[in-house]
């Protein structure tokens, strides 16, 4: 089946600072690649995702990045704010199968 | 409002005892899944249906069961032969055949076995 790596498991930042989530996957045939962030407590709630023919999407402060040939993607956020704090989760695989997670802290 | 339904938000059971958690969803979504969400560990699937009296073992289905009599329902039950329930679980749902959608989750239930 599908193995999804996520980096770091925790990433802090100033407010204003970009970060960078990364995942590698392993089945090739994965086409869609989502990323979702979650609340204390609450639901996974998707935030931007990616499909295989495209190499790069963006939305507001939000893009992630996608290298077919090296099976990686990644998050970028720009400008963080402190709302941006979070876990962070990727996702791959026609049978979704997920990261574990990156806790985002943003200090103002 | 369309959306999935999870019931209850908080469950508690001694341990040796089954307990089964409601996934209910209005979307018109023919696959539905569950996950296990333990600190640490991300998402862990435990069954899927892509079609009602059908469904498949994910990666942690060991000591549950599930059943997908219509097309809205996904209950998952927990039995005794799952060493370490206690958990957050979260149901989710796409649309029919449809491998390049998002998933669509529930709130959640938090089971606490002791």
Not at chain 1, 67 to 90: G, M, R, W
Request: charged content about 20%.
């Amino acid at each position: 089946g599908e193995n999804v790596e996520q980096h770091p498991s925790t990433l802090s930042v100033q407010e204003g600072d970009s970060a960078v989530i990364k995942c590698t996957y392993s089945d090739s045939a994965s086409n869609y690649f989502p990323w979702y962030k979650q609340e204390l407590g609450k639901r996974p709630q998707l935030i931007i995702d990616i499909r295989s023919n495209v190499g790069e999407k963006k939305d507001q402060r939000i893009a992630v990045t996608l290298n077919k040939t090296a099976k990686h993607f990644s998050l970028h956020i720009t400008e963080t704010q402190p709302e941006d704090s979070a876990v962070y989760f990727c996702a791959a695989s026609r049978i979704p199968t997920f990261g574990r997670g990156t806790s985002l802290i943003v200090h103002p | 409002d369309g959306g999935i339904t999870q019931s209850p938000k908080y469950l508690f059971r001694k341990e040796g005892q089954n307990v089964t958690l409601s996934c209910e969803q209005n979307l018109n979504h023919d696959a539905m899944y569950w996950y296990r969400q333990d600190p640490g560990q991300g998402l862990r699937l435990i069954y899927y249906s892509q079609i009602v009296n059908d469904f498949q073992k994910g990666d942690i289905a060991e000591g549950y069961s599930v059943s997908r009599e219509k097309k809205e329902s996904f209950p998952l039950t927990v039995t005794s032969a799952q060493k370490n329930p206690t958990a957050f679980y979260l149901c989710a749902s796409t649309p029919a055949g449809s491998y390049n959608s998002p998933l669509h989750f529930g709130n959640g239930t938090r089971l606490t076995v002791t």
